[in-house]
């Protein structure tokens, strides 16, 4: 029988806050928020009235383009309540990614924040949206994303023409009754869409996956039970929440748990071990690159960590020597590797805490209970026996609905049996602990960020200059990865690296601008006329070892 658990995302909060209504539930530093789980709960049905007086009706996707805000928290809970799809948009995006995804995703409503690093977002919406200067807040009217009708802005402006800020969102909820949010939340399904997450592959742009109530928050219970996380622990939270590590594995997790959530508005390695020293956290997730950046701190020594027990290592492979000195310098003796990919929600494998250390950093772990993944033969679609190497696979009710308006895809990815073709090849042995060996596509992972070079060429095969392109990853000691692109040119063209990172700055977000680029006169080929990527990774590894 399985231990799946039927609630929603309202039914979760609500039952979490009924549980420990005095208990410690959000701690935003940077921001001054300390709530309790009731504190809490009022800020997300405020949300949920909010949205539900925009118009905002069961199913209206909802883009949210904002770092880890104490309002993305509110409106992950929140929107979840009214039935909404919180549509999470990356913050490395430029113009050229938000457009496609608010038109691809058919949103109603963009949420937005002021500025991050090197993107100022209001100006980029602006820019996109010309017609806000005219219309009245609501009442949108674009000819480049007709479907788009609300943009809300959180920040400190005074003027945002044809925006709401969010306060007026929730000032506006005031007139939306508790009988009416009831009536609501008691028309929304565990099986709604209530998540849509971009995720790329190799055959063209990014792919809205479609994850479920029940998806997301079984997932997140079994990863936190994994962890053994309880109302004890207190997790930080310096992951982006746009992506599954932020809003799954660590967010909804600790709703699952009781948990008291630490979030930090982007991972700043200092700040993170300040915060791990201040509240007394028990738990940290992050990739290898994270907990590298910290131990490796001038001033790491100076705080005290040694409230740590557990923790999430995953998105690229765990060193030994990172590993190790989590466990000893960090104090984290528990910490886990995870494996698993947006469309399974994510997690498919993990490894256990009592596990020795030289399974967690040679493996993925094992499968989470009622998980089933299997090692297949990419061509037959056989299962092939243990040790040997094939395509992973699983099934299970985290597996996602499906991409948004994307039906081929979709059945590319899920076969008739319900299984979910990873594109991860890998090996399992005979205790069940999965090794991820490779890669079918050619993905690129640089510092835990997936980069999918198909969508880069595309994007270069705009220049008038290019002939043809093709981007590959190689390696690289900080980041795992690097992307190098090698462009022939048309004839009698020239150009120069600056000029084509000069022609992606603004455009693509800057950890898919290339770090290496070549000029070529033609690329290495089967005999059947098809690019050998591999050949051209080789050749450059051996061009800058000389």
């Known amino acids: 029988m399985s231990a799946f658990k039927e609630i929603t995302m309202g039914g979760l909060i609500r039952e979490t806050a009924a549980r420990l209504p005095e208990h410690e539930a959000l701690v935003c530093p940077e921001f001054g928020v300390r709530e309790t789980y009731a504190q809490f709960l009022s800020h997300c049905e405020s949300v949920a009235r909010g949205f539900m007086a925009l118009g905002i009706r069961r199913g209206d996707h909802v883009s949210v383009w904002t770092t880890n805000l104490p309002e993305w928290v509110y409106m992950q809970f929140g929107l979840g309540m009214i039935g909404a799809v919180l549509v999470t948009v990356n913050t490395n995006y430029k113009s050229h990614e938000l457009e496609y995804i608010l038109k691809q995703s058919d949103s109603t409503t963009l949420v937005l924040m002021e500025k991050y690093r090197d993107t100022n977002f209001f100006d980029t919406v602006n820019g996109m949206l010309p017609e806000l200067e005219q219309n009245a807040p609501g009442d949108l009217r674009s000819a480049k994303l007709p479907g788009l009708k609300n943009v809300v802005y959180i920040g400190e402006r005074l003027r945002t023409p044809g925006m709401f800020s969010f306060a007026d969102v929730i000032e506006l909820g005031r007139k939306i009754t508790e009988s009416e949010l009831k009536t609501r939340e008691a028309s929304v399904s565990i099986h709604d869409v209530i998540n849509m997450q971009y995720t790329s592959g190799t055959t063209g742009f990014p792919k809205g996956v479609m994850l479920t109530h029940y998806n997301i928050i079984n997932n997140a219970r079994m990863v936190g039970d994994v962890m053994g996380l309880t109302e004890k622990d207190r997790l930080l939270i310096h992951v982006p929440l ?305």
């Not at 603004?506 to 690329?523: C, D, L, M, T």
């Open 242 to 546: 746009f992506h599954c590590f932020g809003c799954v594995m660590s967010t909804l997790n600790s709703v699952c748990h009781g948990t008291t959530m630490v979030v930090m508005e982007s991972f700043d390695p200092i700040r993170s071990i300040k915060a791990i020293h201040d509240e007394r956290c028990t738990a940290i997730n992050g990739v290898p690159t994270m907990f590298i950046a910290m131990l490796n701190h001038a001033d790491f020594d100076r705080y005290d960590t040694k409230s740590l027990r557990t923790g999430i290592m995953a998105g690229a492979p765990c060193p030994v020597e990172v590993m190790n000195q989590v466990r000893t310098r960090m104090h984290c003796s528990e910490v886990v590797i995870a494996f698993g990919q947006t469309e399974s929600s994510p997690v498919m494998t993990m490894t256990r805490r009592d596990d020795p250390v030289e399974l967690r950093v040679s493996t993925v772990g094992r499968l989470l209970p009622d998980i089933e993944g299997r090692i297949v033969d990419p061509e037959t679609n056989q299962e092939v026996p243990a040790g040997t190497q094939g395509e992973i696979v699983t099934r299970s009710s985290c597996v996602m609905k499906g991409y948004y308006k994307m039906d081929q895809a979709t059945k590319d990815a899920i076969d008739e049996d319900g299984w979910l073709h990873t594109g991860d090849l890998g090996e399992v042995d005979a205790n069940g602990y999965y090794k991820v060996t490779g890669r079918i596509k050619d993905m690129i992972i640089r510092g835990g960020e997936n980069i999918y070079p198909r969508e880069i060429e595309e994007f270069l095969h705009g220049n008038p200059k290019v002939g043809d392109v093709h981007v590959v990853g190689v390696p690289d000691k900080k980041y795992g990865e690097q992307v190098l692109a090698s462009i022939m040119l048309k004839d009698g063209q020239s150009a120069t690296e600056q000029e084509f990172i000069d022609y992606c700055t603004g455009k693509i977000a800057r950890h898919k601008i290339p770090r290496y680029w070549e000029f070529v006169k033609s690329f290495p080929m089967t005999a059947s006329g098809k690019v050998q990527k591999y050949k051209i990774r080789e050749e450059f590894v051996e061009k800058i070892k000389a």
